[in-house]
């Protein structure tokens, strides 16, 4: 599955964004899907997870509350959802499929074989 992370951009403190990731083929309803970001100096973070059907998400405990993950995978597509963002949430986000279905395994980016290019979110203060 290759993987296009758009939606980014840059926005003030207590704003929100949609980040928008889309998946080619026809198999992407059966990958859990990720989202990841990376801040300068820092090593790449999870943010949030969500599983095939969309019934189950996971969190970092970072953006609960404030974040939403979904998917539609009639569009096979994933949607990031970010509200009242903070200048600490200034990062690259990426999207990522995996093939695990247990969602805290999904914490780890070594459980995603298939990655995005990231999109560049700034939180201006």
């Known amino acids: 599955v290759q993987l296009q992370a758009s939606g980014g951009g840059l926005v003030q403190a207590g704003g929100s964004l949609r980040l928008s990731c889309a998946a080619s083929?026809?198999?992407?309803?059966?990958?859990?899907m990720g989202w990841f970001r990376q801040a300068p100096g820092k090593e790449r973070e999870f943010v949030a997870a969500?599983?095939?059907?969309?019934?189950?998400?996971y969190y970092a405990d970072s953006v609960k509350g404030r974040f939403t993950v979904s998917r539609d995978n009639a569009k096979n597509t994933v949607y990031l959802q970010m509200n009242s963002l903070k200048p600490e949430d200034t990062a690259v986000y990426y999207c990522a499929a995996s093939y695990s279905e247990i969602l805290t395994a999904t914490r780890n980016p070594t459980a995603y074989p298939h990655w995005g290019q990231g999109t560049q979110v700034t939180v201006s203060s």
């Open positions: 969500i599983r095939r059907s969309g019934g189950s998400t």
């Open positions: 083929g026809r198999t992407f309803s059966s990958y859990t």
